[in-house]
């Protein structure tokens, strides 16, 4: 998939995203340099806020025994964040106006803490959308 400059067609997703950031039960994103994705960890307690944001945002779930159905750049950012694990989601949005938004729902083993990991599957971190997209979660690279 090649994205060069902003498309109006996105601003739907950016839309969505831009709830769901309202709506995180934290502050403080975060850069993920190996998947290429904004995280954000936060405890247990916090989980129904989080995926009530995630809810609206990202209708698309998978799990591992369902991830073999997903789009295959989806099962791709899977693959390069280590696989999934049965205790762990992912989820997405889209495919849509050319953009695949993918969320990664990561339970730690300390059984306290979750990680959830946001990003644009095939798309370069330095080009449109992504850049956009960076400084909606507030990050940099």
């Known amino acids: ?3 060069r400059g902003w498309n109006d067609h996105w601003q739907p997703i950016f839309d969505a995203l ?3 950031k309202r709506g995180w039960p934290t502050r403080g994103w975060t850069w993920d340099s190996r998947v290429g994705c904004v995280t954000s960890s ?3 307690e916090q989980e129904i806020q989080a995926k009530a944001a995630i809810a ?3 209708p698309a779930q ?3 025994s369902t991830i ?3 789009p295959q750049s989806l099962q791709d950012v899977v693959e390069r964040a280590g696989g999934i694990r049965p205790n762990q989601l992912v ?3 889209g495919p849509s106006a050319g953009l695949l938004i993918f969320g990664l729902w990561w339970p730690w083993g300390d059984g306290e803490t979750i990680s959830f990991r946001l990003g644009l599957a095939d798309v370069d971190p330095a080009r ?3 850049v956009r997209f960076r400084d909606l979660f507030g990050v940099s690279f």
């Open 42 to 44: 936060f405890t247990v």
């Open 56 to 58: 609206e945002a990202m």
């Open 91 to 93: 989820l997405a949005l």
């Open 1 to 3: 998939m090649t994205v």
């Open 62 to 64: 998978y799990t591992h």
């Open 18 to 20: 831009g709830r769901l």
């Open 68 to 70: 073999a159905r997903a």
């Open 128 to 130: 449109e959308p992504n």
